[in-house]
Protein backbone atom coordinates (compact mmCIF):
# COMPACT_ATOMS: atom_id res chain seq x y z
CA UNK A 1 0.00 0.00 0.00
CA UNK A 2 1.44 3.13 -0.69
CA UNK A 3 2.77 4.96 2.31
CA UNK A 4 4.52 8.35 2.69
CA UNK A 5 6.32 9.20 6.04
CA UNK A 6 7.35 12.40 7.33
CA UNK A 7 10.39 13.86 9.57
CA UNK A 8 9.45 14.66 13.09
CA UNK A 9 8.73 18.50 14.45
CA UNK A 10 10.92 21.02 13.86
CA UNK A 11 12.05 24.22 16.29
CA UNK A 12 13.93 26.55 14.10
CA UNK A 13 14.98 30.11 14.91
CA UNK A 14 14.17 33.03 12.84
CA UNK A 15 16.90 33.33 10.05
CA UNK A 16 17.94 29.46 9.92
CA UNK A 17 16.75 26.33 7.64
CA UNK A 18 15.41 23.58 7.95
CA UNK A 19 15.10 20.33 5.88
CA UNK A 20 12.04 17.90 5.85
CA UNK A 21 12.25 14.89 4.39
CA UNK A 22 9.07 12.41 3.04
CA UNK A 23 9.90 8.42 1.97
CA UNK A 24 7.85 7.03 0.09
CA UNK A 25 7.05 3.47 -0.29
CA UNK A 26 4.17 0.91 -2.02
CA UNK A 27 4.52 2.41 -5.69
CA UNK A 28 7.35 3.02 -8.35
CA UNK A 29 8.89 6.40 -6.79
CA UNK A 30 9.72 8.01 -10.32
CA UNK A 31 6.36 7.72 -11.62
CA UNK A 32 4.47 10.41 -9.49
CA UNK A 33 5.28 13.83 -8.80
CA UNK A 34 5.84 14.50 -5.11
CA UNK A 35 3.88 18.00 -3.90
CA UNK A 36 4.40 20.01 -0.91
CA UNK A 37 1.25 21.72 0.59
CA UNK A 38 1.93 24.17 3.73
CA UNK A 39 -1.23 24.90 6.17
CA UNK A 40 -0.74 27.30 8.95
CA UNK A 41 -2.74 26.96 12.34
CA UNK A 42 -6.23 28.67 10.68
CA UNK A 43 -6.10 25.75 8.56
CA UNK A 44 -5.37 27.16 5.39
CA UNK A 45 -3.97 24.78 3.00
CA UNK A 46 -1.29 26.81 0.44
CA UNK A 47 0.69 24.57 -2.77
CA UNK A 48 4.63 25.08 -2.38
CA UNK A 49 5.23 22.98 -5.56
CA UNK A 50 6.08 20.17 -6.81
CA UNK A 51 9.02 17.86 -8.09
CA UNK A 52 9.37 14.98 -10.41
CA UNK A 53 11.73 12.14 -9.48
CA UNK A 54 12.47 11.21 -12.49
CA UNK A 55 13.67 13.77 -13.85
CA UNK A 56 14.42 16.13 -10.71
CA UNK A 57 12.20 18.79 -12.86
CA UNK A 58 10.70 21.30 -10.00
CA UNK A 59 7.81 23.65 -10.48
CA UNK A 60 7.37 26.29 -7.49
CA UNK A 61 4.45 28.63 -6.54
CA UNK A 62 5.55 32.20 -6.59
CA UNK A 63 5.34 32.79 -3.43
CA UNK A 64 7.52 30.17 -2.79
CA UNK A 65 10.57 30.41 -4.85
CA UNK A 66 13.35 31.18 -2.70
CA UNK A 67 11.83 29.86 0.53
CA UNK A 68 11.33 26.70 -0.31
CA UNK A 69 14.01 23.60 -2.51
CA UNK A 70 12.75 20.72 -3.81
CA UNK A 71 15.25 17.43 -4.14
CA UNK A 72 14.91 14.11 -4.35
CA UNK A 73 17.23 10.75 -3.40
CA UNK A 74 15.83 8.15 -5.68
CA UNK A 75 17.71 5.27 -3.98
CA UNK A 76 16.11 5.86 -1.17
CA UNK A 77 12.57 6.90 -2.63
CA UNK A 78 12.84 9.93 -0.06
CA UNK A 79 11.74 13.89 -1.30
CA UNK A 80 13.34 16.99 0.80
CA UNK A 81 12.05 20.42 0.97
CA UNK A 82 14.00 23.12 2.50
CA UNK A 83 13.13 26.10 4.13
CA UNK A 84 15.45 28.64 4.14
CA UNK A 85 15.52 32.67 5.95
CA UNK A 86 12.77 31.46 8.82
CA UNK A 87 10.09 33.43 9.99
CA UNK A 88 7.84 33.07 12.07
CA UNK A 89 5.25 33.19 9.02
CA UNK A 90 6.66 29.68 8.20
CA UNK A 91 5.54 28.32 11.13
CA UNK A 92 3.24 25.47 9.86
CA UNK A 93 2.41 21.83 9.30
CA UNK A 94 4.08 21.30 5.91
CA UNK A 95 2.45 17.85 3.93
CA UNK A 96 4.02 15.81 1.17
CA UNK A 97 1.90 14.34 -1.32
CA UNK A 98 1.55 12.21 -4.30
CA UNK A 99 0.66 13.94 -7.35
CA UNK A 100 -1.48 12.02 -9.87
CA UNK A 101 -1.96 14.15 -13.62
CA UNK A 102 -4.56 13.66 -15.94
CA UNK A 103 -5.93 15.36 -18.97
CA UNK A 104 -8.53 15.44 -21.09
CA UNK A 105 -11.20 17.24 -23.07
CA UNK A 106 -13.15 18.22 -19.76
CA UNK A 107 -10.78 18.64 -16.94
CA UNK A 108 -7.10 18.35 -16.40
CA UNK A 109 -4.56 19.11 -13.86
CA UNK A 110 -2.92 17.75 -10.43
CA UNK A 111 -4.75 16.18 -7.76
CA UNK A 112 -3.31 14.47 -4.27
CA UNK A 113 -4.44 10.78 -3.37
CA UNK A 114 -2.32 10.11 -0.84
CA UNK A 115 -0.45 12.30 2.04
CA UNK A 116 2.26 12.30 4.44
CA UNK A 117 1.20 12.81 8.12
CA UNK A 118 3.14 16.24 8.21
CA UNK A 119 5.89 17.55 9.77
CA UNK A 120 5.15 20.51 11.74
CA UNK A 121 7.31 23.61 11.12
CA UNK A 122 7.78 26.47 14.46
CA UNK A 123 9.43 29.21 14.30
CA UNK A 124 10.67 30.76 17.41
CA UNK A 125 13.55 32.45 18.94
CA UNK B 1 -5.05 33.55 -9.15
CA UNK B 2 -8.15 31.00 -8.75
CA UNK B 3 -9.70 32.28 -6.10
CA UNK B 4 -11.79 29.28 -4.50
CA UNK B 5 -15.24 30.13 -1.80
CA UNK B 6 -16.45 27.54 -0.04
CA UNK B 7 -19.58 28.11 1.84
CA UNK B 8 -21.20 27.90 4.11
CA UNK B 9 -17.98 28.50 6.76
CA UNK B 10 -19.56 26.28 9.16
CA UNK B 11 -22.60 23.54 8.74
CA UNK B 12 -24.11 22.01 11.64
CA UNK B 13 -26.62 18.53 10.92
CA UNK B 14 -27.94 15.58 12.88
CA UNK B 15 -26.59 12.56 11.85
CA UNK B 16 -28.79 10.89 9.11
CA UNK B 17 -29.39 14.82 7.66
CA UNK B 18 -28.05 14.67 3.92
CA UNK B 19 -26.04 18.06 2.91
CA UNK B 20 -24.82 19.55 0.23
CA UNK B 21 -21.50 21.58 0.56
CA UNK B 22 -20.63 24.78 -2.13
CA UNK B 23 -17.55 25.50 -3.67
CA UNK B 24 -17.79 28.33 -6.23
CA UNK B 25 -14.77 29.27 -9.19
CA UNK B 26 -13.42 32.80 -9.40
CA UNK B 27 -13.40 32.00 -12.92
CA UNK B 28 -14.97 28.74 -15.19
CA UNK B 29 -12.67 25.78 -14.61
CA UNK B 30 -14.59 23.48 -16.50
CA UNK B 31 -14.58 20.65 -14.00
CA UNK B 32 -10.81 20.69 -12.90
CA UNK B 33 -11.80 20.83 -9.39
CA UNK B 34 -11.25 17.89 -6.41
CA UNK B 35 -12.68 17.33 -2.85
CA UNK B 36 -10.90 16.27 0.53
CA UNK B 37 -11.71 15.71 4.04
CA UNK B 38 -9.46 16.55 6.88
CA UNK B 39 -10.51 14.67 10.44
CA UNK B 40 -9.22 16.75 13.60
CA UNK B 41 -5.41 15.77 14.07
CA UNK B 42 -5.34 13.94 10.53
CA UNK B 43 -4.11 14.88 6.89
CA UNK B 44 -6.72 15.69 4.22
CA UNK B 45 -7.83 12.73 2.23
CA UNK B 46 -8.74 12.90 -1.30
CA UNK B 47 -12.69 12.14 -1.37
CA UNK B 48 -14.04 13.11 -5.34
CA UNK B 49 -11.74 13.65 -8.17
CA UNK B 50 -12.34 16.18 -11.17
CA UNK B 51 -16.13 16.90 -9.57
CA UNK B 52 -17.85 14.00 -9.94
CA UNK B 53 -15.51 10.89 -10.01
CA UNK B 54 -15.37 8.53 -7.36
CA UNK B 55 -11.93 7.60 -5.83
CA UNK B 56 -11.67 3.66 -4.68
CA UNK B 57 -12.39 3.12 -0.84
CA UNK B 58 -13.89 6.11 -0.29
CA UNK B 59 -18.30 5.50 1.16
CA UNK B 60 -20.50 5.92 -1.71
CA UNK B 61 -22.72 8.52 0.43
CA UNK B 62 -20.16 11.05 -1.24
CA UNK B 63 -20.76 12.47 -4.60
CA UNK B 64 -19.51 15.45 -6.44
CA UNK B 65 -21.32 17.64 -8.84
CA UNK B 66 -20.78 20.58 -11.24
CA UNK B 67 -18.85 22.19 -13.72
CA UNK B 68 -17.68 25.70 -14.88
CA UNK B 69 -17.71 27.94 -11.56
CA UNK B 70 -20.32 26.03 -9.35
CA UNK B 71 -19.49 22.81 -7.92
CA UNK B 72 -21.23 21.06 -4.66
CA UNK B 73 -20.21 17.96 -2.76
CA UNK B 74 -22.83 16.22 -0.83
CA UNK B 75 -23.01 13.41 1.19
CA UNK B 76 -26.33 11.40 1.76
CA UNK B 77 -27.52 10.30 5.60
CA UNK B 78 -24.25 11.63 7.32
CA UNK B 79 -22.55 9.61 9.67
CA UNK B 80 -20.57 10.24 12.97
CA UNK B 81 -17.28 9.93 10.96
CA UNK B 82 -17.94 12.25 8.87
CA UNK B 83 -17.63 15.76 11.07
CA UNK B 84 -14.88 17.13 9.85
CA UNK B 85 -13.30 19.61 7.30
CA UNK B 86 -13.96 19.71 3.28
CA UNK B 87 -11.91 21.62 1.16
CA UNK B 88 -11.64 22.16 -2.74
CA UNK B 89 -8.73 22.41 -4.81
CA UNK B 90 -8.84 23.63 -8.79
CA UNK B 91 -6.01 22.70 -10.94
CA UNK B 92 -7.07 23.76 -14.19
CA UNK B 93 -4.54 26.51 -13.54
CA UNK B 94 -0.79 25.73 -12.48
CA UNK B 95 -1.54 27.27 -9.48
CA UNK B 96 -2.87 25.40 -7.68
CA UNK B 97 -5.14 26.67 -4.74
CA UNK B 98 -7.14 25.49 -2.59
CA UNK B 99 -10.93 27.07 -0.83
CA UNK B 100 -11.42 27.61 2.77
CA UNK B 101 -12.89 24.79 3.89
CA UNK B 102 -16.52 24.18 5.25
CA UNK B 103 -16.49 22.58 8.76
CA UNK B 104 -19.35 19.99 9.19
CA UNK B 105 -20.58 19.96 13.03
CA UNK B 106 -22.75 17.82 14.99
CA UNK B 107 -25.75 19.98 15.97
Known amino acids: QVQLQQSGAELAKPGSSVKISCKAS????????MHWIKQTTGQALEWTGY????????KYNEKFKGKATLTVDKSSSTAYMQLSSLTPVDTAVYYC??????????????????WGPGTMVTVSS | NIVLTQSPATLSVTPGESVSLSCRAS??????IHWYQQKSNESPRLLIK???QSISGIPSRFSGSGSGTDFTLSINRVESEDFSIYYC?????????FGSGTKLEIK
Open chain 1, 97 to 114: ARGSYYRDSYAHGWYFDF
Open chain 1, 26 to 33: GYTFTSYA
Open chain 1, 51 to 58: IAPGSGGT
Open chain 2, 27 to 32: QSISTS
Open chain 2, 50 to 52: YAS
Open chain 2, 89 to 97: QQSYSSLLT
